[in-house]
């Protein structure tokens, strides 16, 4: 059971991952579309919104057929991040995500996203100035820690706790794990049972299939998960996850046919959004994935890599569903070392 706010999910929340370069609406709308409860913007520069650049105030631009979702902030700067809550709040998301997670050098180490775990009283106060900034409801998004040395998660969570925000998602990785290594889930099962811990918890980290979505939620005991990577080029996960949870069926995974139905409307909806050329470039990441593990199939991506007419691509697109119809690769994932395997 999840609740921010006057959003409220009963059974099993699974939500989209914020995602720089991949959440975007198009994307958003596709994994709404197969059942993920709550979507993220990708994350926005508190600095780049107070300035007014263009490209990031098109970011936190929420539709209505994307409810709830929630946007995401950074910065390093306390009164900056409020002001850049002021702006967001125009927008009127369903509630303001921190971002305080981001292992990327140029942000961690100017003191903004994971940077923060290096300092939970700096963190406390720019919460706090946040939550005040707003009418909306705020959640924050962190790691356990800067480095294995120093793991901070309990304290940080019960200090975030009594700001005023109403949920924390934990990845379960330090900020020197970048995205390597396994998440360590026994962190969040540690926080989950210390009775000193009131807030929601949403878990995060490494869930790429049905049984470990609900091994999060009955062993693990989040009130919510964050799916991420294990969506990218595969947003049927939630749905996936969802009928798993409910009826403890497996549902199969989807033949190339159905894949390219998928690839095709995300596609409309990139250049709906995006526009040209933007619609194009920024769907080839996914391209590459929806068909990954499917055999020989180098000339398709090359193509699908390189065209820049759309209704070209979407010839292409039925020469692959017509060249191999009902057959169904292996799950891939965007990035190699993402396994399915126990968390
Ligand atoms: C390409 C990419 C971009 C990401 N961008 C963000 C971001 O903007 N904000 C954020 O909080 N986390 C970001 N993350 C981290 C994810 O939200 C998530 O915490 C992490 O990938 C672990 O979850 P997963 O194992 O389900 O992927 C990003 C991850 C990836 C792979």
């Given at each position: 059971m999840?609740?921010?706010?006057?959003?409220?999910?009963?059974?099993?929340?699974?939500?989209?991952?914020?995602?720089?370069?991949?959440?975007?609406?198009?994307?958003?709308?596709?994994?709404?579309?197969?059942?993920?409860?709550?979507?993220?913007?990708?994350?926005?520069?508190?600095?780049?919104?107070i300035r007014n650049v263009d490209k990031t105030l098109?970011?936190?631009?929420?539709?209505?057929?994307?409810?709830?979702?929630?946007?995401?902030?950074?910065?390093?700067?306390?009164?900056?991040?409020?002001?850049?809550?002021r702006i967001v709040s125009q927008a009127k998301p369903d509630f303001i995500d921190i971002n305080y997670g981001c292992p990327v050098?140029?942000?961690?180490?100017r003191g903004a996203g994971s940077g923060l775990l290096r300092d939970l009283d700096k963190m406390e106060q720019m919460t706090r100035a946040i939550v005040q900034a707003t009418d909306l409801p705020v959640t924050a998004k962190t790691r356990l820690g800067w480095d294995s040395e120093s793991i901070v998660i309990e304290e940080a969570v019960l200090r975030l706790q009594n700001t005023g925000i109403q949920a924390?998602?934990?990845?379960?990785?330090?900020r020197s794990q970048m995205y390597s290594g396994k998440a360590d889930w026994s962190w969040i099962a540690k926080i989950i049972s210390n009775p000193d811990v009131k807030i929601q918890i949403i878990g995060n980290g490494d869930i790429?299939?049905?049984?470990?979505?609900?091994?999060?939620?009955?062993?693990?005991?989040?009130?919510?998960i964050m799916i991420g990577r294990g969506a990218i080029g595969r947003p049927w996960i939630f749905k996936q996850v969802k009928h798993y949870l409910t009826t403890g069926q497996l549902l199969p995974e989807p033949n190339v046919q159905e894949r390219v139905q998928i690839a095709k409307k995300h596609f409309e909806l990139s250049l709906k959004y995006k526009g040209m050329p933007r619609g194009i470039f920024e769907m080839r990441r996914h391209f590459a994935i929806y068909f990954k593990n499917v055999p020989n199939f180098k000339t398709f991506k090359l193509q699908l890599l390189t065209e820049q007419?759309?209704?070209?691509?979407?010839?292409?697109?039925?020469?692959?569903?017509?060249?191999?119809?009902?057959?169904?690769?292996?799950?891939?994932?965007?990035y190699d070392n993402m396994e399915q395997g126990e968390n």
């Open positions: 999840l609740k921010i706010g006057n959003i409220f999910i009963e059974k099993y929340p699974v939500l989209l991952a914020p995602m720089e370069d991949v959440t975007d609406v198009s994307f958003r709308a596709i994994c709404k579309e197969f059942g993920a409860d709550i979507v993220f913007t990708e994350f926005i520069s508190s600095e780049a919104l098109q970011k936190m631009r929420i539709y209505d057929f994307e409810r709830p979702a929630a946007i995401q902030i950074y910065g390093h700067d306390i009164e900056n991040m409020a002001q850049a809550t050098k140029k942000i961690a180490l924390i998602t934990i990845h379960a990785r330090t790429t299939t049905p049984q470990m979505a609900k091994k999060a939620f009955e062993q693990y005991k989040v009130d919510a007419d759309p209704d070209k691509i979407i010839k292409i697109l039925d020469q692959i569903a017509s060249q191999y119809g009902d057959f169904t690769p292996q799950p891939a994932y965007a």
